[in-house]
């Protein structure tokens, strides 16, 4: 089955950039979705097919996907960023499933 | 407005079954799919399955097929989850997620508050 690698943890001071990686094998060919989750709170979709905003997700956010590495890049972070991040996929190797990584907890010091 | 709402959550001794629904609204039900998807208690997400927009595909993680059953009434814009012979790791908050798609595949635009289910003796 298609596994996703995720970071567990990224640290980073206010104002500065976060790049949250996801990796997986040939992943490039895949189309990656983003979604941030706050404690208490579902999950909220931040990008969509590597590179799209949904409305209201700021400008600050954007994705990037290529190779074996998708990464969803935060410019100029600020405390309301801290929260734990997704990335997905959909696999059809062995049937069709979704699949998600284990998540990037954002620390906002 | 999209909303989902999920209800059924509870407590169960393990080997007992549930059923899991997901109501929804402000959008045109029957032409998207849901999928369900799992966090157990300080763990990541977990897809567990979906259902097209139709009712006629139906897709699950192996950790529960032959267990879990996903179906749709789209007369009643509700999408149900059975579950049966649960485990302990059957334990998570279960959320339905709306697929921007008629068939599984797209992104998960919308998602339910989630419902807690418990699998213990």
């Known amino acids: 089955s298609y596994v996703l690698t995720q970071p567990p943890s990224v640290s980073v001071a206010p104002g500065k950039t976060a790049r949250l990686s996801c990796g997986g094998d040939?992943?490039?060919?895949?189309?990656v979705h983003w979604y941030q989750q706050k404690p208490g709170q579902a999950p909220v979709l931040v990008m969509y097919y590597d590179r799209d905003r949904p409305s209201g997700i700021p400008e600050r956010f954007s994705g990037s996907n290529s190779e074996n590495t998708a990464t969803l890049t935060i410019n100029r972070v600020e405390a309301g960023d801290e929260a734990d991040y997704f990335c997905q996929v959909w696999d059809s190797s062995s049937g069709y499933r979704g699949v998600f990584g284990g998540g990037t907890k954002l620390t906002v010091l | 407005e999209m909303e989902l709402l999920e209800s059924g959550g509870g407590s169960v001794q393990p080997g007992g079954s549930l059923r899991l629904s997901c109501s929804a609204s402000?959008?045109?039900?029957?032409?998207?799919?849901i999928s369900w998807v799992r966090q157990a208690p300080g763990k990541g997400l977990e897809w567990v399955s979906g259902?097209?927009?139709?009712?006629?595909?139906?897709y699950y993680a192996d950790s529960v097929k032959g267990r879990f059953t996903v179906s749709r009434d789209n007369s009643k814009n509700t999408v149900y989850l059975e579950m049966s012979s649960l485990r302990g790791d059957d334990t998570a908050v279960y959320y339905c997620a709306k697929d921007t798609s008629a068939d599984s595949g797209a992104y998960f635009d919308s998602w339910g508050q989630g419902a807690l289910v418990t699998v213990s003796s």
């Open positions: 259902v097209s927009g139709r009712g006629d595909h139906t």
């Open positions: 040939n992943i490039g060919l895949k189309s």
């Open positions: 402000g959008f045109t039900f029957r032409n998207y799919a």
